[in-house]
């Protein structure tokens, strides 16, 4: 089945900073690459997505990258803010409908 | 608002007990979904729906029950043959097998 891995699983950055989410993903038929945010105590909440027929996505901040060849996708965080701590996971989806598969969450710290 | 509420937020059961944690969503999605969280893992797939009377075992379903009588509802029973039960638990509904909303999650604890 498939299988996602994200790294780094915790990260710290400056306010104002970059930061970066690596995802692989390892079956080819995946299509679908969600990003989710997760606040403490609470549930995720989507963030942004792409699909396979798309290599880079964008939505103010926030934009996500897709290497269909190497079967790794990214998240970019620009000019990060307190607001961005949380933990962020990303998903891929290939096969059965709505079975998303989820890497294992990433930490991400903004330090002002 | 429509939205996915989840009940109750933290849960205690002690060992050898069932509990139910309950899902309801008014958003008129036809999918539901329960997935459990555990620290530094992702978030793995207990059971889904599709339809209403019609459910899946997803990745982890061995010591969990579902039922889906009405759309807005699909319950999630944690039984007592789960022998790691404790867990944040998260339920979420979609109207496209994509995009998923997620409900605030249920803390489960096993005394």
């Known amino acids: 089945g498939e299988n996602v891995e994200q790294h780094p699983s915790t990260l710290s950055v400056q306010e104002g900073d970059s930061a970066v989410i690596k995802c692989t993903y390892s079956d080819s038929a995946s299509n679908y690459f969600p990003w989710y945010k997760q606040e403490l105590g609470k549930g995720p909440q989507l963030i942004i997505d792409i699909r396979s027929n798309v290599g880079e996505k964008k939505d103010q901040r926030i934009a996500v990258t897709l290497n269909k060849t190497a079967k790794h996708f990214s998240l970019h965080i620009t000019e990060t803010q307190p607001e961005d701590s949380a933990v962020y996971f990303c998903?891929?989806?290939?096969?059965?409908?709505?079975?998303?598969?989820f890497g294992a969450g990433t930490q991400v710290v903004v330090t002002p | 608002d429509g939205g996915i509420t989840q009940s109750p937020k933290y849960l205690f059961r002690k060992e050898g007990q069932n509990v139910t944690l309950s899902c309801e969503q008014n958003l008129n999605h036809d999918a539901m979904y329960w997935y459990r969280q555990d620290p530094g893992q992702g978030l793995r797939l207990i059971y889904y729906s599709q339809i209403v009377n019609d459910f899946q075992k997803g990745d982890i379903a061995e010591g969990y029950s579902v039922s889906r009588e009405k759309k807005e509802s699909f319950p999630l029973t944690v039984t007592s043959a789960q022998k790691n039960p404790t867990a944040f638990y998260l339920c979420a509904s979609s109207d496209s097998g994509t995009f998923l909303y997620f409900g605030p999650g249920t803390r489960l604890t096993v005394l």
């Open positions: 998903a891929s989806l290939a096969g059965s409908w709505g079975k998303l598969q």
